[in-house]
């Protein structure tokens, strides 16, 4: 049996190694770095208060997933955040930034909104965890069916967003 001591060290060093991709996640879900710290502080606070049932990370990681969507779609559904809510916040925080060109950041952040709520979660879901179709739908509670088609959508919308504009050169 693991004692208290030995708990709190496993959840500080598991919070130092993933709270980057908890944030990353956060803010591809929400948008917003500011709504998306609050998504991964009370996500920390809800899997510190479990700590003690998990044993594997891969369950571990789950969880907080599981977590992290389930307290996005409370923040999303309370009625004075649809009030109050501002305009996206385009930074993301620099200690988080993917390999991408800052245009292209821009870009894919904007898309990346543009989808309605579930899509952009699937996607984040499917494509920035690397999660499995059934691993998606397990997580927020879907049909695979429904997985695939929000997928489908979302990566025909982000084409069509995304695609390079060309113009020819005659003239």
């Not at 004692?3 to 130092?16: G, H, I, K, L, P």
């Not at 929400?30 to 998306?36: E, M, Q, V, W, Y």
């Not at 494509?127 to 489908?152: C, M, R």
Request: charged residues 30%.
């Amino acid at each position: 049996m693991r004692t208290r001591a030995q708990r709190e060290a496993e959840f500080s060093d598991y919070v130092a190694r993933r709270r980057t991709h908890l944030f990353r996640t956060a803010w591809l879900i929400c948008g917003d770095s500011h709504l998306a710290e609050d998504l991964v502080q009370q996500t920390l606070t809800k899997l510190y208060v479990s700590w003690h049932r998990l044993r594997e990370e891969s369950a571990v990681d789950a969880y907080a997933r599981r977590i992290l969507v389930n307290t996005h779609l409370d923040e999303v559904r309370r009625p004075f955040r649809r009030s109050e809510r501002s305009a996206p916040d385009d930074e993301l925080d620099r200690a988080g930034r993917m390999d991408l060109a800052y245009e292209d950041l821009d870009d894919l952040g904007a898309a990346l909104r543009a989808l309605p709520p579930g899509q952009r979660t699937v996607v984040v879901l499917r494509h920035y965890w690397g999660l499995s179709v059934n691993e998606t739908a397990d997580t927020l509670g879907i049909a695979p069916g429904t997985v695939k088609s929000q997928t489908f959508e979302a990566i025909a919308q982000l084409r069509r967003t995304l695609e390079p504009t060309t113009t020819t050169g005659k003239g």
